[in-house]
């Protein structure tokens, strides 16, 4: 998983996800897909250890037992 992974570029302008965009990730990651959440994580730049930690905690609420 590259929720943690540093080898992805960041862009030159950091970004801070829509909540709705948060939710979407989580929702996907849940699912096992995890493309939208390196995508935010990536893109939030030194944000993105706080953004990853809110969509972590936004899969939580979609994983099925």
């Known amino acids: 998983m590259g929720l943690f992974s540093r080898k992805t570029s960041t862009p030159s302008e950091p970004r801070t996800p829509a909540p709705e965009e948060v939710a979407a990730?989580?929702?996907?990651?849940a699912r096992g897909n995890t493309k939208p959440a390196d995508r935010l994580v990536a893109e939030a730049g030194a944000n993105g250890r706080a953004v990853a930690m809110a969509i972590l905690a936004d899969s939580v609420d979609y994983t099925q037992d």
Not at 25 to 29: D, F, S, Y
């Open 25 to 29: 990730a989580g929702r996907a990651l």
